[in-house]
């Protein structure tokens, strides 16, 4: 049995020969919170995870911002 299981959807994949680069995830909070963008930036990182992108973007379209995600929290 898997150690971990994952259910999401990520909103579009970056993919080259086959392997996934960069994961992006749109939102549409128009004053997303401290708290919330951590949430937000620990799915991408699952995602990340799940894929194994390196990096992916929040795309915070209502207020025009992308908040750059590494795999791993620095």
């Given at each position: ?7 999401g959807?990520a909103?579009a994949?970056?993919i080259?020969d086959?392997?996934?680069?960069l ?10 919170t401290p ?8 799915q ?9 992108a390196?990096s992916?973007?929040?795309v915070f379209?209502t207020?025009g ?5 590494a795999?791993?929290?620095?």
């Amino acid at each position: 049995m898997p150690k971990h299981i994952l259910a999401g959807r990520a909103d579009a994949l970056a993919i080259r020969d086959g392997l996934v680069e960069l994961a992006v995830d749109w939102k549409s909070d128009i004053d997303p919170t401290p708290a919330v963008r951590s949430m937000y930036a620990g799915q991408l990182r699952d995602y990340l995870m799940a894929t194994g992108a390196a990096s992916g973007a929040l795309v915070f379209a209502t207020i025009g911002e992308i908040v750059w995600v590494a795999a791993t929290a620095t």
